[in-house]
């Protein structure tokens, strides 16, 4: 596929979901009956590079999959979107990712993951594509793969002028020298409070918009220029340290059925915008209208919402908060 001039790049994972939709999340040791099974195609990586395609963007995407059923499934599907997969490692001796999934009645999920061949990404295999890296527009990575195949990707990437963005999920100590390479971390609230405490950083006793902005502001003193935290239905806050600046950007009201996969629309709609030129706070409001459609679908990328919706939507949220 003939690479185009302005691209995004994902680099992270690619998982078969096998989801179950319950009445409500069973407790330890509990059975719950009565759901309903569905298979998506999901994974961070897969689902970001849809998101980004889906928004209007040239997008690459390096990752490690099985040479299995699933894995063949993913490839059909990555290939329909638009999606340049010729730089996805088919691996014949692991298989392809596999998450289960529960989902109840209001959205709300808890996910266990298989790895498989995600987590055979090496550090190598990067290594062989330095100039693609180098040479996008925007950079946008998961924490599916290691942690030594993270590293290598941005000490790559910062050798070029590519946007570097991290998306610390699922949440695992990250050394400070890979921060200092990063130009923006996108983590939810959770995440953001955990890698804090993971940094070394005492626990805050101040709460709320004071704790994150705070949180924020230290972590960005590691290097990180711009600190965005997703907070669900409440929207998001971003931190600008060049400016100095705290934005809070509002959520768009909706009836959730599924948040599987609202979290990597949102972060590959960012990654997309950025692309195109927008500004950081113009691509979150462009995140957030395509994140506000995505939890009311059900699946992973199933549920990411085409350029023209998330156009719509984003008229509606300038209406609402302008």
């Known amino acids: 596929m003939t690479i185009a001039k302005n691209y995004v790049i994902v680099i992270g994972s690619s998982n078969m979901d096998l989801n179950i939709y319950l009445e409500r999340l069973p407790k330890s040791g509990e059975t719950v009956t009565g759901g309903t099974f569905k298979q998506f195609l999901g994974g961070k990586g897969a689902n970001q590079s849809v998101a980004s395609v889906r928004s209007g963007s040239d997008t690459l995407f390096i990752a490690k ?32 990712g596999i998450a289960f999934i529960i989902i109840d009645k209001n959205g709300e999920n808890i996910i266990s993951v298989a790895p498989g061949a995600n987590i055979k990404l090496k550090p190598e295999d990067i ?47 990250i050394p400070v020298d890979i921060l200092k390479k990063v130009d923006i971390i996108i983590p939810n609230q959770g995440e953001l409070i955990r890698l804090y405490s993971l940094l070394g950083f005492k626990e805050l006793k101040i709460k709320g918009y004071e704790k994150m902005i705070k949180i924020s502001k230290d972590i960005s003193r590691l290097g990180v220029r711009d600190v965005i935290t997703t907070l669900g239905n409440k929207g998001s806050l971003i931190y ?32 997309s915008k950025l692309n195109q030129g927008e500004n950081l706070i113009t691509s979150v409001k462009y995140a957030t209208a395509a994140a506000s459609i995505a939890v009311t679908r059900r699946g992973a990328q199933a549920s990411i919402p085409y350029l023209h919706e998330i156009e719509e939507k984003y008229k509606e949220f300038n209406r609402l908060f302008n």
Do not use: W
Request: hydrophobic fraction near 40%.
């Open 65 to 96: 999959i099985g040479r299995d059923a699933f894995g063949d499934q993913m490839i059909s599907h990555l290939r329909n979107e638009g999606i340049n997969i010729d730089y996805i490692i088919r691996d014949p001796n692991e298989p392809s």
């Open 127 to 173: 290594e062989k594509h330095a100039d693609l890296l180098k040479n996008a527009n925007t950079l946008l990575v998961q924490m599916e793969i290691s942690i030594d195949t993270i590293d290598e990707i941005f000490s790559i990437a910062s050798k070029g002028k590519v946007i570097k963005i991290l998306n610390p999920a699922p949440l695992k100590p």
């Open 240 to 271: 600008q340290s060049e400016l100095e600046e705290t934005t809070k950007i509002p959520a768009i009201k909706v009836q959730a059925i599924d948040t599987v996969g609202a979290g990597d629309c949102f972060n590959g709609v960012l990654a």
